[in-house]
């Protein structure tokens, strides 16, 4: 009995065979570089799972291996750059799996907060940036259309890569020439910027039920970059709050027709209460899905395989025993440049929260861009009984740690 995992999360993988073989099932990984799970292979037994490198963007190939499959059972896809290319092999398999349609919408975030905004669960529309014309009055126009303070981003967009501040007329010409020297994945288009502190709910979906798991904090850097630098989980937000606030996640998940599975869905906390950012079709990634197995105490990846196999996840019923809460600071260099290495790792043993560094970049790995999460080389860890004393452990402990680049040749 097999379950696929096209590519995965850079973390996780092994509390995803660990879930499988709870439920009698064998991963096989799907991956065009088995080195970008270095850190979770190294930790699992010789055979755990299957790896089979190939490029995953080709569908035909894909399918080809699924194909001679004994046993395919179910298909799992976690990640934003391959969202689609499952949701095409989940339909043409008849595997279990969401509405192709619903995970197309979810990952055009110009569509969802239109789609929103006429549920009335948004404030702001979105308005494409090629709908009004490239011409002299351009950004004008864009900023009457949307207002300031604007953001400017790609409606397929990941890892706060390609968003652009514009808090006036200047900066929004500014962020469309910087647009214009981009290569997009999706479409560029323009929406309100929500000011307040921003937070990722974590969210399981079945049969249209949507269950708030927590709350991940998101510290993120000085405008007018959103680079995302600290996150911890669970946020103690009051009772009442929380209702509220799982209440809202569902209809805004029912609005755009997801009815299952696990969700990622960032918010801003405004003044005027919680407003989307954006929905992720998936769990939590960098650190936050290992916080949810250690806050929540339990295995979450199980809802995962369950899921991919048209179970009812037992996670969306369970009473969780919990654990420590968690935080974790990305580690980023002070310049780009060629990956060297980290200093102070030996200093994270004797200090509170067991602090670990988990490395995401290799030695001789170009680090290009320092503004959003592109940049980061590993991250540092921290747990304590509450988020915000994990949060002031780990910014503890990732101040004794340094990245180190060296400038390229040439």
Request: aromatic share 8%; charged share 25%; with cysteine.
């Amino acid at each position: 009995m097999t379950v696929v995992s096209l590519e995965a999360l850079t973390f996780g993988l092994g509390h995803l065979i660990r879930a499988a073989d709870a439920l009698g099932e064998r991963i096989r990984l799907l991956t065009r570089d088995p080195l970008v799970y270095a850190h979770e292979l190294r930790q699992l037994p010789d055979g755990a799972l299957d790896v089979v490198e190939m490029d995953t963007f080709d569908v035909d190939a894909v399918a080809a291996d699924l194909c001679g499959l004994p046993g395919l059972r179910g298909l799992i896809s976690s990640t934003d750059t391959w969202t689609l290319v499952g949701a095409e092999l989940t339909a043409r398999f008849r595997l279990p799996g969401l509405d192709a349609a619903v995970l197309e919408l979810t990952r055009d975030k110009a569509r969802v907060r239109n789609v929103l905004y006429e549920a009335g669960l948004t404030r702001g529309r979105a308005v494409e940036a090629g709908a009004l014309g490239a011409d002299a009055d351009y950004p004008r126009r864009l900023g009457k259309e949307v207002g300031f303070p604007a953001v400017l981003k790609d409606t397929a967009g990941t890892g706060s890569q390609n968003v652009w501040l514009a808090r006036d007329e200047p900066e929004l010409a500014e962020a469309l020439r910087a647009a214009g020297g981009r290569r997009l994945t999706g479409r560029l288009f323009a929406e309100p910027y929500f000011s307040g502190p921003l937070y990722s709910a974590e969210t399981l979906t079945w049969e249209g039920h949507t269950r708030l798991l927590g709350v991940s904090s998101r510290l993120m850097s000085h405008e007018p970059r959103f680079r995302e630098e600290i996150t911890a989980f669970p946020v103690a937000f009051p009772e009442p709050q929380r209702l509220s606030l799982e209440k809202w996640l569902g209809e805004v998940l029912a609005a755009v027709g997801y009815t299952d599975r696990f969700a990622h869905v960032e918010f801003a906390l405004t003044v005027t209460g919680p407003e989307i950012i954006e929905i992720n079709p998936r769990i939590g990634g960098a650190l936050v899905a290992e916080g949810m197995c250690r806050a929540l105490g339990c295995n979450v990846y199980e809802a995962m395989v369950e899921a991919s196999l048209g179970r009812r996840p037992r996670l969306i019923d369970a009473e969780l025993p919990g654990g420590p809460a968690v935080a974790f600071v990305l580690g980023y260099p002070e310049q780009a440049g060629v990956f060297t290495g980290v200093t102070g790792l030996d200093r994270l043993e004797g200090m509170p929260g067991s602090p670990a560094w988990y490395p995401v970049k290799r030695v001789g790995d170009r680090i290009e861009y320092l503004g959003d999460s592109r940049g980061y080389a590993g991250i540092v860890w921290a747990e304590a009984e509450t988020a915000e004393l994990a949060t002031h452990r780990a910014v503890a402990a990732a101040n004794a740690v340094r990245v180190h680049t060296e400038r390229a040749a040439g």
